[in-house]
């Protein structure tokens, strides 16, 4: 496609980085807002152009103005579920008020399309059916789902009032590299890390809970397509396929390097 300058919020972060650096490796103009709450500086691309703020801020709208995106993609939030329930108001001053900030600044300086990265187990809660598809009853059991479901719902505002064009991304759990695994991170990034420190990796339960593992480059993928997709749409963003948590535990386990002796 032709060149766009491209918005990416919480480009520093585990999936916004990547994001930023595919839509760089294609040819595009990006411009990265973080506030480095999670967000880590070496994963900032050098050839983006970075504005150290929160997406609550009103230095929001000076960017906007200055930098007429064509495309905002939006990876910034607060992800802890933990801490969702714990401060719910902190959650949603991020990921509702901070994303209706950066919807209403993109409708008042001619963005043409909103990319927004959803939750899939987060929006679908206790699921009826696996694997969840795009119309199963969405049932979040948490505040950070509550949030999640809100913007996809201002999404489709702001399409149906302002024209503004969406893609909502529904994430399943996503792995790779640069995920804090000290962080509200995946079981992969925090099994990695206790093996390769030869520490004991806990499962909790009996470890056949199910979850979609989705690598981060297909999550890339995925926003890549979604810059050039012409239609208002929502996706699941995942592999369809269930994997229980002790299969990810063996295979990572065999995967490891054997521990040392212990004397």
Known sequence: GKKMKILVTGGAGFIGSHIVD???????????????YTGVRENVNPKA??????????????????????????QAAQMDVRKSVSDPIFDAKNN???????LQNGVENDVKKVIFSSSGGAIYGEQDYFPANEVHPLQPSSPYGIT????????????GNYGLSY???????????????????GVVAIFCDRMLSQQQAMINGDGKQTRDFVYVKDVVQ??????????????????????????????????SPPTGYLY
Not at 96 to 102: A, D, H, S, T, Y
Not at 148 to 159: N, Q, R
């Open 222 to 255: 995925a926003n890549v397509l979604a810059a050039d997709f012409s239609g208002n749409g929502i996706f699941n963003i995942g592999t369809g396929e269930e994997t229980t948590i002790n299969k990810i535990f063996n295979t990572l386990k065999e995967l």
């Open 148 to 159: 999640k479901l809100t913007g996809e719902k201002y999404l489709s505002f702001y399409a």
């Open 49 to 74: 152009r970075l504005y150290e703020c929160n997406i609550q801020d009103e230095q929001v709208s000076d960017i906007f103005r200055t930098e007429k995106f064509d495309i905002v993609n939006h």
């Open 22 to 36: 595919a839509y760089i490796n294609n040819g595009h103009d990006v411009v990265i807002i973080d506030n480095f």
């Open 96 to 102: 509702i008020l901070g994303f209706i900030n950066i």
């Open 167 to 185: 893609v909502a991304l529904r994430y399943a759990n996503v792995y790779g590299p640069r995920q804090n695994p000290r962080g509200e991170a």
